[in-house]
């Protein structure tokens, strides 16, 4: 991609989102994401008003009167965005693509978090960590983002989200919100990995579809290229079979995404990507309360 085509993606992207954000950042971005922690201020002495279960008795050992800690809430959040940029987000049988579907969502997320003042990270895999920006705050931050979406060539054309998930846990230090944009295909091979994040992290799963993914065109014939591995497979006479193992697999990411407590966001490329993100937001809102 030439760098003034690039520049002029990232302007389109850039304004598309703008206005966007303030409909996710009407209150409704930050109130979702409560309970973020706590951390550790100073010491002070205890009064009647404290809870005992605060006291720290070591310090209160050493001074010979009560002292309680202190905590204050986290002053801002940590987003990670890991994005599968495996072969198979450049299918699309709609004028937009998953990996440009995710971009455009990503977008979405890493200005919503700027102007809450959060840092947000960057994680771009296949089979292989391909590229790591670390959390940062600020809008040049998240214009670095939305070009490297947009202009990074992976090296390798194959997925692994289990490693992705694994290299995830041990970047995030301190807990934080985590977004995986992929087409979570085979969740079963990552279902482990993924319960084990959503045990210290706040995880949310954008899983990106094509139409045709969900109800592909029945035909006599069809032959199918593996985008990963090149495989050829073809399909003889009636679909309807085919197409019931696509929605299998869609109920089997549900399944894997709801036993790790895991919020799932359909978006279908070619779509409004705004819609799905509102009404996670609306209803986990209503959660919340």
């Known amino acids: 991609m030439q760098l003034a085509e690039l520049a002029h993606q990232i302007r389109l992207l850039e304004i598309r989102t703008d206005h966007l954000v303030e409909e996710i950042t009407g209150g409704a971005y930050r109130s979702v994401f409560k309970g973020r922690g706590i951390e550790f201020d100073e010491v002070r002495e205890y009064t009647t008003d404290d809870d005992v279960r605060s006291i720290d008795w070591n310090v209160s050992a050493r001074m010979g009167v009560p002292y309680v800690k202190k905590f204050v809430e986290e002053r801002e959040l940590t987003v990670m965005l890991a994005v599968d940029l495996s072969a198979s987000g450049a299918f699309g049988s709609t004028p937009k693509s998953k990996r ?77 919100v985590i977004f995986l944009l992929s087409d979570l295909i085979a969740p079963e091979k990552f279902a482990a990995e993924l319960k084990l994040l959503k045990t210290r992290h706040d995880v949310v799963a954008i899983g990106l579809s094509d139409p045709n993914e969900l109800n592909f065109p029945l035909n006599n014939r069809i032959t199918f290229e593996d985008a990963e591995t090149g495989e050829i497979v073809e399909y003889n006479g009636n679909l309807s079979k085919f197409n019931a193992e696509l929605h299998a697999e869609a109920e089997e990411k549900a399944a894997v995404c709801r036993r790790a407590r895991v919020d799932l966001i359909n978006v279908i490329c070619g779509q409004d990507v705004l819609k799905p993100l509102i009404g996670f937001f609306a209803e986990r809102k209503k959660r919340f309360r």
């Open 100 to 176: 440009q579907t995710a971009a455009e969502l990503a977008a979405l997320l890493a200005f919503s978090a700027g102007k809450n003042g959060d840092k947000v990270g960057l994680l771009l895999f296949t089979d292989r960590i391909e590229l790591y920006l670390p959390p940062r705050s600020g809008r040049t931050n998240a214009l670095r983002i939305i070009r490297e979406l947009l202009a990074f060539e992976p090296q390798n054309k194959g997925t692994d989200i289990a490693a992705a998930l694994r290299e995830t846990a041990m970047l995030m230090k301190k807990r934080g």
